[in-house]
C-alpha cells in the first residue's frame, strides 16, 4: 500500500519567507509525528498528533513553528519568517496509534533558506 | 528523561565480516526500541523494534539486536556484510506513552570492498 508522502521534496526560500511543509500519513493511522534532522543537531521530534489534536508543543524550536492536522489525515507544518538555522530536512513519519508502536516515515522536506 | 548513544559515528567493514552497530540508552521507564535504515536521500525504515516480548530480535536484511536490560544496550549485528549495507543507521528509543522517538545521532556504517 501506499507509504507516508511529503511535499514538496525539495524547497528552498529567502530568509524571511513562510513555508508550508505538507504530510500524508499512511491510510488509517491516527499517530504523526513531525522530526527534523540537521547536520548539528541530528533527528530532533517535534510534535506529534493523536487523530487532529497535537496536546504537546514544546518539541516546536521556536513561536515561528505551527502544525495543524484536519481530518485526521494531512498535516501541515509551517515555519513563518524562515531562518537560516531553520534549514534542514524534515520528516513526518504515522502509526497506527500512540504507544511504542513502529513509525513509517516519509521521504522528508529538504528545506534550504537563503 | 531519555537518551541514546550510538558510539562510533562511523563503522568500517569488509564486505563478509560482521556488522556490529552500538546503541545504549537510559530510560526511567521500560523502553521500546527501534532500529532504522537510511540511504541516501530517503527517509527512515524500520530494521527492526523490541517492544518487551523476545529480547533477541530479529529484521529485516539478515539485522538482529539483543536487548539487554542489565546493559542498558541494544546493539546490532549482522553475521556477513552486504555492500548494499552501507547507510545511516539509527537506534531509537520511545517510552511507550503519547511521545515521539528519541533517537542517537547515527552511524554511518561503510563497506569496503
Known amino acids: 500500500g501506499a507509504g507516508v508522502s511529503q511535499s514538496p521534496s525539495n524547497k528552498v526560500t529567502e530568509k524571511g519567507k513562510d513555508v508550508e511543509l505538507r504530510c500524508d500519513p499512511i491510510?488509517?493511522?491516527?499517530?504523526l509525528y513531525w522530526y527534523r534532522q540537521s547536520l548539528g543537531q541530528g533527528l530532533e521530534f517535534l510534535i506529534y498528533?493523536?487523530?487532529?489534536?497535537?496536546?504537546?508543543k514544546s518539541g516546536l524550536p521556536s513561536d515561528r513553528f505551527s502544525a495543524e492536522r484536519t481530518g485526521g489525515s494531512v498535516s501541515t507544518l509551517t515555519i513563518q519568517r524562515t531562518q537560516q538555522e531553520d534549514s534542514a530536512v524534515y520528516l513526518c513519519?504515522?502509526?497506527?496509534?500512540?504507544?511504542?508502536?513502529?513509525?513509517?516515515f516519509g521521504p522528508g522536506t529538504r528545506l534550504t533558506v537563503t | 528523561a531519555q537518551s541514546v548513544t550510538q558510539l562510533g559515528s562511523h563503522v568500517s567493514v569488509s564486505e563478509g565480516a560482521l556488522v556490529l552497530l552500538r546503541c545504549n540508552y537510559s530510560s526511567s521507564v521500560p523502553p521500546y526500541l527501534f532500529w532504522y535504515v537510511q540511504y541516501p536521500n530517503q527517509g527512515l525504515q524500520l530494521l527492526l523494534k523490541?517492544?518487551?516480548?523476545?529480547?533477541l530480535v530479529k529484521g529485516i536484511n539478515g539485522f538482529e539486536a539483543e536487548f539487554k536490560k542489565s546493559e542498558t544496550s541494544f546493539h546490532l549485528t549482522k553475521p556477513s556484510a552486504h555492500m548494499s549495507d552501507a547507510a545511516e543507521y539509527f537506534c531509537?528509543?520511545?517510552?511507550?506513552?503519547?511521545?515521539?522517538?528519541?533517537f542517537g545521532k547515527g552511524t554511518h556504517l561503510i563497506i569496503q570492498p
Open positions: 498528533f493523536q487523530g487532529n489534536s497535537a496536546p504537546d
Open positions: 531509537g528509543l520511545t517510552g511507550g506513552g503519547a511521545d515521539g522517538l528519541t
Open positions: 513519519a504515522s502509526s497506527l496509534a500512540l504507544g511504542g508502536l513502529e513509525q513509517y
Open positions: 491510510s488509517g493511522h491516527t499517530a
Open positions: 523490541y517492544t518487551s516480548a523476545a529480547t
